[in-house]
């Protein structure tokens, strides 16, 4: 599946179906990764809120992955030539 989001207000649900779709509850995710309940709670609900470290750890638990994507113009060409993609490793864990 891939998903584009656009704003900030469209990364909680899609946390949210993530996770649902691994069949993790918020606590489990949590564990998993070193965050309480209410942490994930917190990033689901404002995801505004977290760290590009944060949401890249939540992805990695997840399965998914962060790419970025030049948007295109109407005339369908592109407006940058930005595209990276990364991911982090679990065993990078900070307290937040």
């Given at each position: 599946?891939?998903?584009?989001?656009?704003?900030?207000?469209?990364?909680?649900?899609?946390?949210?179906?993530l996770?649902?779709?691994?069949?993790?509850?918020?606590?489990?995710?949590?564990?998993?990764?070193?965050?309480?309940?209410?942490?994930?709670?917190?990033?689901?609900?404002?995801?505004?809120?977290?760290?590009?470290?944060?949401?890249?750890?939540?992805?990695?638990?997840?399965?998914?992955?962060f790419?970025?994507?030049?948007?295109?113009?109407?005339?369908?060409?592109?407006?940058?030539?930005?595209?990276?993609?990364?991911?982090?490793?679990?065993?990078?864990?900070?307290?937040?």
């Amino acid at each position: 599946m891939k998903t584009f989001i656009k704003t900030s207000g469209q990364l909680g649900p899609l946390l949210k179906q993530l996770r649902v779709e691994k069949g993790l509850s918020q606590a489990a995710l949590g564990a998993k990764i070193g965050l309480s309940q209410e942490r994930i709670s917190r990033i689901e609900g404002r995801p505004e809120s977290i760290t590009v470290d944060q949401l890249l750890t939540v992805l990695m638990a997840l399965d998914a992955a962060f790419s970025v994507e030049p948007r295109h113009s109407l005339q369908g060409q592109a407006v940058a030539s930005v595209s990276a993609s990364a991911t982090l490793g679990i065993g990078d864990k900070e307290n937040w």
